[in-house]
């Protein structure tokens, strides 16, 4: 089946610094996702991105899709403590009620 | 906004028992995902429903069945529960492809 591979697992990082993930696919998607996790608590839709290229911004959050759809990056600007958490990246192929893959996760913690 | 809901929240269930989880979608959204989450572990995909009928299947076991009702709500059903099936349930909805996620039921089997 699909996987898809994100890096880095982990970061810790200083309060201010930018972030920087991705994710890549042996398979091309429709559709690349991200979420932001906390423990205990539903995925949180960041960013949905569409098409291949497409650039979308969320505030201090930046995120590509892959010009060949096999991958995605996430960007976070100016870090702050409440960014910490799990971050997931998530593809889909096809129509709606297609499987969503997820990724295994970037786990940030910044430092004040 | 309204969000997608999720209950119970926590359950706490006798292994070979059976429990059931109810996950009410975000209004007009007609496609429902359910997801297993292991500590530590990404969400793995159990199973989908668009417009009631079941669209995509992943690794849900067959103790396990699910289905989405006349109203989109839905249900998943977990029977012969094994300690292995502690984990946090997550119900997603979508209308076309943006899929949001409820807070999840957490279920502990003993």
């Known amino acids: 089946g699909q996987q898809l591979n994100q890096s880095p697992q982990s970061m810790f990082i200083q309060e201010g610094e930018d972030v920087s993930m991705n994710c890549t696919s042996s398979?091309?998607?429709?559709?690349w996702l991200w979420y932001k996790q906390e423990p205990g608590e539903g995925p949180v839709l960041l960013i949905a991105l569409y098409k291949a290229g497409e650039l979308t911004s969320n505030g201090r959050l930046t995120a590509q899709f892959g010009i060949t759809r096999k991958d995605s990056f996430l960007n976070i600007s100016a870090s702050i403590p409440s960014d910490v958490g799990i971050y997931f990246c998530a593809g889909q192929l096809g129509n709606a009620g297609n499987m969503l893959t997820f990724g295994g996760g970037t786990r940030l913690m910044v430092k004040p | 906004a309204a969000g997608v809901i999720q209950s119970p929240r926590h359950l706490i269930k006798e292994k070979r028992e059976t429990a059931t989880l109810k996950c009410y979608p975000i209004p007009r959204h007609d496609t429902v995902y359910w997801y297993q989450q292991g500590p530590g572990q990404d969400p793995q995909f159990l199973i989908s429903f668009y417009e009631k009928m079941q669209s995509d299947k992943g690794s849900i076991p067959d103790r396990f069945s699910a289905q989405q009702f006349s109203d989109y709500h839905s249900e998943l059903n977990m029977s012969s529960l094994e300690l292995g099936d502690s984990a946090l349930y997550f119900c997603a909805s979508s209308h076309e492809n943006t899929i949001y996620f409820g807070e999840g039921s957490w279920l502990t089997v003993v």
């Open positions: 398979s091309i998607f429709n559709t």
